[in-house]
């Protein structure tokens, strides 16, 4: 979301499917806000840096659509997926294999690491108790963990022990194929990739589970772009055809 003015917000909304609340069937809808003026400062960063993004996503899409394709047994569970980058913590709560609650918040991370577990523990108990209280829902009975950090098992632990449920870390490399070869060359703390990895999938490639908050003016000129690189490929194998 963003305190940015209407004249200044981009949008983007995703269909997640129906849900049930208080006996009502209603349609699930993500809705993401930005700044445009935002949007268009990391665009410029890129764009010295010769990088030309076809979609600007958001990491709770990345990190549910990463899930989906793992899970299997959980998918009846209410789950929350959490990710831990830095000092930057997102909450996604899932039920029936539909999100139900996005949130990211700021928790200070200093050199203690028990007091800024208390702290998202804290945040975690709110996130919990807003799901249950607005959608009727269950208490949520396991944590999947993914985060950036070497002390992601510590957290997993403390996590557990702390708030009395299941929590596992999330390994993204599973949810992949991935060449034997450049084994050594991935990170030690695979949950880095969270992000990258799931951001680069579709769950299905009929429905994409994808948003897209750049310009619309900059998505046109992305669809011309594609439209005639594709057409001149399909003129240039006609013609070898022909040859």
Same mark, same amino acid.
């Given at each position: ?5 209407p004249e200044?917000? @981009? ?16 349609q699930?809808?993500l809705l993401?806000t930005?700044?445009? #003026?935002?949007i268009?400062?990391?665009l410029? +960063?890129?764009?010295e840096s010769d990088?030309?993004p *076809?979609?600007v996503?958001?990491t /709770? ?6 899930? =989906?394709?793992?899970a299997r047994?959980e998918?009846?569970? #209410?789950?929350?997926?959490?990710e831990?980058?830095g000092?930057?913590v997102?909450?996604?709560v899932?039920?029936d294999n =539909?999100?139900? $609650?996005?949130?990211? @918040?700021?928790?200070? /991370?200093g050199?203690?690491l ?5 702290r *998202?523990?804290?945040e ?6 807003y799901?249950?209280?607005q959608f009727?829902g269950?208490?949520v009975?396991?944590i999947?963990l993914s985060?950036?950090?070497r002390? #992601?098992?510590?957290i997993?632990?403390m ?5 009395r %449920?299941? *929590?596992q870390?999330?390994n993204?490399?599973?949810s992949i194929?991935v060449?034997k070869?450049?084994?050594d060359? $991935? ?7 969270t992000?990258?990895?799931g ?5 299905d490639?009929?429905?994409?589970k994808?948003?897209?908050? $750049?310009p619309e003016?900059?998505q ?7 439209k005639r %690189?594709f $057409?001149? *490929?399909a ?6 055809v +022909? +040859?």
């Open positions: 979301n963003t305190t940015a003015s200044d917000t @981009i949008s983007s909304y995703l269909p997640l499917g129906e849900i049930s609340r208080k006996g009502i069937k209603r699930n809808i993401i930005a700044s445009k #003026t935002e268009e400062r990391y410029s +960063l890129m764009k990088i030309f *076809v979609v996503s958001t /709770h899409i990345a990190f549910y659509n990463l899930w =989906q394709k793992a047994e998918k009846d569970k #209410t789950v929350a997926l959490v831990i980058k000092s930057t997102t909450i996604d899932c039920k =539909q999100l139900y $609650l996005c949130r990211t @918040i700021q928790v200070p /991370h050199e203690n028990e007091v800024f577990l208390n *998202v523990r804290v975690l108990d709110r996130s919990f108790l799901y249950k209280q009727r269950k208490t009975e396991k999947i985060g950036d950090t002390d #992601t098992k510590t997993v632990k996590l557990s022990d702390n708030m %449920i299941e *929590v870390e999330f993204p490399l599973e194929s060449c070869d450049i084994f060359d $991935l990170p030690s703390s695979p949950g880095i990739l992000t990258a990895i951001l680069a999938i579709e769950r490639k009929r429905k994409r994808r948003v897209n908050l $750049l003016e900059i046109e000129r992305v669809q011309r772009i594609t %690189i $057409l001149g *490929v003129g240039s194998i006609m013609a070898t +022909l +040859l």
